[in-house]
Protein backbone atom coordinates (compact mmCIF):
# COMPACT_ATOMS: atom_id res chain seq x y z
CA UNK A 1 0.00 0.00 0.00
CA UNK A 2 1.33 3.31 -0.78
CA UNK A 3 0.43 6.58 1.36
CA UNK A 4 -2.49 7.75 -1.46
CA UNK A 5 -4.21 4.23 -1.08
CA UNK A 6 -3.89 4.82 2.88
CA UNK A 7 -5.50 8.58 2.59
CA UNK A 8 -8.05 7.46 0.88
CA UNK A 9 -8.66 4.23 2.37
CA UNK A 10 -8.59 6.26 5.97
CA UNK A 11 -12.24 6.95 7.64
CA UNK A 12 -13.64 7.31 11.07
CA UNK A 13 -14.85 3.47 12.41
CA UNK A 14 -18.01 3.55 14.68
CA UNK A 15 -17.92 -0.62 14.75
CA UNK A 16 -15.08 -2.55 15.59
CA UNK A 17 -14.84 -6.46 16.06
CA UNK A 18 -13.70 -7.42 19.52
CA UNK A 19 -10.70 -9.58 18.22
CA UNK A 20 -7.83 -8.39 20.35
CA UNK A 21 -4.92 -6.47 18.45
CA UNK A 22 -1.28 -7.85 19.64
CA UNK A 23 0.47 -5.54 21.73
CA UNK A 24 3.73 -5.34 19.60
CA UNK A 25 1.85 -3.95 16.70
CA UNK A 26 0.44 -1.31 18.89
CA UNK A 27 4.01 -0.57 19.93
CA UNK A 28 5.34 -0.63 16.21
CA UNK A 29 2.87 1.55 14.84
CA UNK A 30 2.82 4.38 17.83
CA UNK A 31 7.00 4.41 17.46
CA UNK A 32 7.15 4.76 13.93
CA UNK A 33 4.72 8.02 14.20
CA UNK A 34 7.11 9.41 16.55
CA UNK A 35 8.91 10.48 12.67
CA UNK A 36 5.99 12.84 11.93
CA UNK A 37 7.21 16.57 12.27
CA UNK A 38 7.10 18.69 14.77
CA UNK A 39 7.81 22.79 15.82
CA UNK A 40 11.66 22.70 16.48
CA UNK A 41 11.43 18.81 17.18
CA UNK A 42 9.59 19.32 20.48
CA UNK A 43 7.43 16.01 20.16
CA UNK A 44 4.87 17.41 22.55
CA UNK A 45 2.71 14.40 21.99
CA UNK A 46 2.28 11.71 25.05
CA UNK A 47 0.71 8.57 24.58
CA UNK A 48 -1.19 6.05 26.74
CA UNK A 49 -2.85 2.84 25.52
CA UNK A 50 -5.15 0.64 27.06
CA UNK A 51 -6.71 -2.88 26.31
CA UNK A 52 -8.16 -5.67 27.81
CA UNK A 53 -8.56 -5.34 32.17
CA UNK A 54 -7.80 -1.67 32.39
CA UNK A 55 -9.58 -0.56 28.68
CA UNK A 56 -13.14 -2.75 30.75
CA UNK A 57 -12.42 -0.50 33.40
CA UNK A 58 -11.93 2.53 32.79
CA UNK A 59 -15.21 2.01 30.03
CA UNK A 60 -17.46 0.95 33.51
CA UNK A 61 -15.62 4.03 35.33
CA UNK A 62 -17.37 6.00 32.38
CA UNK A 63 -20.57 4.36 32.28
CA UNK A 64 -21.63 5.70 36.01
CA UNK A 65 -20.65 8.94 34.53
CA UNK A 66 -22.38 9.48 30.95
CA UNK A 67 -23.69 13.49 32.58
CA UNK A 68 -19.72 13.88 31.63
CA UNK A 69 -17.13 16.45 33.31
CA UNK A 70 -15.94 20.54 32.75
CA UNK A 71 -13.97 20.26 29.08
CA UNK A 72 -11.13 22.07 29.45
CA UNK A 73 -11.75 23.19 25.82
CA UNK A 74 -14.60 23.60 23.41
CA UNK A 75 -14.21 20.76 20.50
CA UNK A 76 -16.14 23.30 18.75
CA UNK A 77 -16.75 27.02 18.96
CA UNK A 78 -19.80 27.51 20.50
CA UNK A 79 -21.49 29.75 17.82
CA UNK A 80 -20.64 27.80 15.30
CA UNK A 81 -20.67 29.48 11.60
CA UNK A 82 -21.16 28.74 8.12
CA UNK A 83 -19.63 26.80 6.05
CA UNK A 84 -18.59 25.10 9.10
CA UNK A 85 -22.17 24.95 11.08
CA UNK A 86 -23.57 23.57 7.42
CA UNK A 87 -20.42 21.13 6.90
CA UNK A 88 -20.78 19.48 10.61
CA UNK A 89 -24.77 19.25 10.43
CA UNK A 90 -24.26 17.41 7.11
CA UNK A 91 -21.96 14.79 8.77
CA UNK A 92 -24.49 14.01 11.11
CA UNK A 93 -27.05 14.24 9.35
CA UNK A 94 -24.98 11.11 7.07
CA UNK A 95 -24.15 9.15 9.59
CA UNK A 96 -27.74 8.78 11.63
CA UNK A 97 -29.05 8.16 8.17
CA UNK A 98 -26.30 4.50 7.61
CA UNK A 99 -28.16 3.50 10.88
CA UNK A 100 -31.88 3.96 10.42
CA UNK A 101 -31.99 6.89 13.16
CA UNK A 102 -34.47 10.25 12.46
CA UNK A 103 -33.40 13.42 13.91
CA UNK A 104 -36.71 13.44 16.05
CA UNK A 105 -35.28 10.55 17.77
CA UNK A 106 -32.94 12.55 20.20
CA UNK A 107 -32.86 9.09 22.62
CA UNK A 108 -31.51 6.83 20.05
CA UNK A 109 -29.22 10.01 19.01
CA UNK A 110 -27.80 9.73 22.03
CA UNK A 111 -27.51 6.32 22.47
CA UNK A 112 -25.10 6.63 19.83
CA UNK A 113 -23.19 9.36 20.71
CA UNK A 114 -22.33 7.76 23.92
CA UNK A 115 -20.89 4.63 22.12
CA UNK A 116 -17.76 6.34 22.47
CA UNK A 117 -17.50 5.83 25.69
CA UNK A 118 -17.08 2.27 24.97
CA UNK A 119 -14.54 3.07 21.81
CA UNK A 120 -17.38 1.91 19.53
CA UNK A 121 -16.41 -1.95 20.72
CA UNK A 122 -12.47 -1.43 19.79
CA UNK A 123 -9.93 -3.60 21.57
CA UNK A 124 -8.08 -1.08 22.19
CA UNK A 125 -8.33 2.96 23.45
CA UNK A 126 -5.46 5.29 22.77
CA UNK A 127 -4.93 8.75 24.56
CA UNK A 128 -2.95 11.58 23.78
CA UNK A 129 -2.30 14.47 25.68
CA UNK A 130 0.10 17.41 26.06
CA UNK A 131 2.02 19.61 28.60
CA UNK A 132 -0.50 22.55 29.20
CA UNK A 133 1.62 25.36 28.97
CA UNK A 134 2.42 24.50 25.10
CA UNK A 135 0.79 26.49 22.65
CA UNK A 136 -1.50 26.12 19.41
CA UNK A 137 1.01 25.20 17.39
CA UNK A 138 1.73 22.15 19.42
CA UNK A 139 -1.40 20.80 19.29
CA UNK A 140 -0.94 21.25 15.69
CA UNK A 141 1.84 18.65 15.67
CA UNK A 142 -0.29 15.98 17.93
CA UNK A 143 -2.88 16.27 15.14
CA UNK A 144 -0.47 15.29 12.71
CA UNK A 145 1.30 12.55 15.01
CA UNK A 146 -2.39 11.09 15.75
CA UNK A 147 -3.02 11.30 11.96
CA UNK A 148 0.30 9.42 11.05
CA UNK A 149 -0.86 7.27 13.97
CA UNK A 150 -4.04 6.69 11.59
CA UNK A 151 -2.06 5.95 8.00
CA UNK A 152 0.14 3.33 9.47
CA UNK A 153 -2.96 1.45 11.18
CA UNK A 154 -4.53 1.60 8.07
CA UNK A 155 -1.10 -0.25 6.12
CA UNK A 156 -1.35 -2.45 8.94
CA UNK A 157 -5.20 -3.50 8.18
CA UNK A 158 -6.45 -1.76 11.22
CA UNK A 159 -8.88 0.88 11.41
CA UNK A 160 -9.17 3.93 14.09
CA UNK A 161 -11.79 6.45 15.10
CA UNK A 162 -10.22 9.84 16.05
CA UNK A 163 -12.33 10.84 19.07
CA UNK A 164 -12.25 14.55 20.60
CA UNK A 165 -15.23 13.52 22.66
CA UNK A 166 -12.83 12.42 25.55
CA UNK A 167 -12.49 16.17 26.32
CA UNK A 168 -16.00 15.51 28.24
CA UNK A 169 -14.11 13.43 30.56
CA UNK A 170 -10.45 14.88 31.53
CA UNK A 171 -10.40 14.65 35.15
CA UNK A 172 -11.73 10.79 34.77
CA UNK A 173 -9.37 9.70 32.36
CA UNK A 174 -6.68 11.86 33.40
CA UNK A 175 -6.41 10.25 37.13
CA UNK A 176 -7.29 6.48 35.53
CA UNK A 177 -3.91 7.15 33.07
CA UNK A 178 -2.04 9.22 35.94
CA UNK A 179 -1.59 11.90 33.94
CA UNK A 180 0.63 14.75 35.54
CA UNK A 181 -1.39 17.58 36.59
CA UNK A 182 1.24 20.29 34.05
CA UNK A 183 -0.97 17.86 31.10
CA UNK A 184 -4.28 18.43 29.42
CA UNK A 185 -6.37 15.47 27.70
CA UNK A 186 -6.89 16.21 24.20
CA UNK A 187 -7.96 13.40 22.52
CA UNK A 188 -8.77 9.61 22.45
CA UNK A 189 -8.94 7.04 19.59
CA UNK A 190 -10.85 3.72 18.69
CA UNK A 191 -8.41 1.13 17.20
CA UNK A 192 -8.78 -2.16 16.03
CA UNK A 193 -10.27 -4.18 13.52
CA UNK A 194 -13.78 -2.85 11.25
CA UNK A 195 -16.70 -4.78 11.74
CA UNK A 196 -16.97 -4.48 8.00
CA UNK A 197 -20.50 -5.51 8.30
CA UNK A 198 -21.88 -2.69 10.08
CA UNK A 199 -23.95 -0.28 8.30
CA UNK A 200 -22.32 3.00 10.23
CA UNK A 201 -18.93 1.67 8.84
CA UNK A 202 -20.49 2.55 5.37
CA UNK A 203 -20.53 5.94 5.76
CA UNK A 204 -18.34 8.17 3.72
CA UNK A 205 -17.86 11.82 4.55
CA UNK A 206 -18.45 14.79 1.89
CA UNK A 207 -15.80 16.81 0.86
CA UNK A 208 -15.73 20.26 -0.94
CA UNK A 209 -14.82 20.63 -4.08
CA UNK A 210 -10.79 21.92 -4.84
CA UNK A 211 -12.15 25.16 -5.58
CA UNK A 212 -13.82 25.92 -2.40
CA UNK A 213 -10.99 26.17 -0.04
CA UNK A 214 -7.78 26.26 -2.36
CA UNK A 215 -6.39 28.52 -4.75
CA UNK A 216 -3.45 28.45 -6.93
CA UNK A 217 -1.26 31.20 -8.81
CA UNK A 218 2.09 31.21 -11.06
CA UNK A 219 1.39 27.67 -12.50
CA UNK A 220 1.56 26.36 -15.86
Partial sequence: MNVTEAVQRRVSVRAFKPDPVPGALVREILELAQR????GNLQPWRVHALARGPLEELKAKVAANLAGEEPEYDVYPPELWDPFR???????EDLYATIGIPREDKPA?????????????????????????????QWADVGMYMQTVMLLAVE??????????????????????GLPEDHMLFSGMAMGWADEAAP???LRTRRDPF????????FD
Wanted: net charge positive.
Fill in 156 to 177: RGLATCAQEFWARYPKTVGDFI
Fill in 109 to 137: RLRQLFKNTQFFGAPVGLFFSLDRNLGKP
Fill in 86 to 92: TRRFQCG
Fill in 211 to 218: EVWAEMQG
Fill in 200 to 202: INS
Fill in 36 to 39: APSG
